[in-house]
């Protein structure tokens, strides 16, 4: 069974920074690129950045360019997510999702995370 | 950057009737089109990929039809399990992948 499960969230100040994790398990980790997405309280999905199954190939929502970076470690079965110089707009519930391809090509998200909640706010 | 349109943005529906949602992209996506369900307080769940292919472990009262920028996602009989929001997303042309506004479906 497919598990993705996130952590790391909380309150921050803006300006500050937080790392999130999402621990994989039920399928073969470094097969499958992985994208963290989120969703503000009370609103729809966005797409925040997508790292190929072998971390080679990363990318980005313009809004979080320079600011974010994503990562993985095949060796724990764990995708990370590095967010500096947060914003209030940054505030959300942040998914991994699980892409169904290795190459971090185009692609739709067959698995889901619970969410973590960050919230940005002095 | 590839936007996508939803309508309605809320559709009240009576159990056992039929429910569509429409999804419209700016500029092709070919059948690069996915549908996820979301229900309070829950993460997305994957609905159709493809444009019209179900995922696994949701029934065939839900379908998914359409190709270029014109989308329909169709609930022939409604139960009361199925009310939820509903969004599409465009995998065709990115980054980034882009979601629709979603349409929430509300027992009527």
């Known amino acids: 069974e497919v598990q993705l499960l996130e952590s790391g969230g909380g309150l921050v100040q803006p300006g500050e920074s937080l790392r999130l994790s999402c621990a994989a398990s039920?399928?073969?980790?470094?097969?499958?690129?992985m994208s963290w997405v989120r969703q503000a309280p009370g609103k729809g999905l966005e797409w925040v950045s997508a790292?190929?199954?072998?971390?080679?190939?990363?990318y980005y929502a313009d809004s979080v360019k320079g600011r974010f970076t994503i990562s993985r470690d095949t060796s724990k079965n764990t995708l990370y997510v590095q967010m500096n110089s947060l914003r209030a707009e940054d505030t959300a519930v942040y998914y991994c999702a699980k892409g169904v391809v290795a190459a971090a090509i185009p692609t739709y998200f067959d698995y889901w995370g619970q969410g973590t909640l960050v919230t940005v706010s002095s | 950057e590839i936007v996508m349109t939803q309508s309605p943005a809320s559709l009240s529906v009576s159990p056992g009737e039929r429910a569509t949602l429409s999804c419209r992209a700016s500029q092709s996506v070919s059948s690069n089109l996915a549908w996820y369900q979301q229900k309070p307080g829950q993460a997305p769940r994957l609905l159709i990929y493809?444009?019209?292919t179900r995922a696994t472990g949701f029934p065939a009262r839900f379908s998914g039809s359409g190709s270029g920028t014109e989308f329909t996602l169709t609930i022939s009989s409604l139960q009361s399990e199925d009310f939820a929001v509903y969004y599409c997303q465009q995998y065709n042309n990115w980054p980034p992948y882009t979601f629709g506004q979603g349409t929430r479906l509300e027992i009527k």
């Open positions: 493809g444009a019209s």
């Open positions: 039920g399928f073969t980790f470094r097969n499958y690129a």
């Open positions: 790292i190929s199954g072998s971390g080679g190939s990363t």
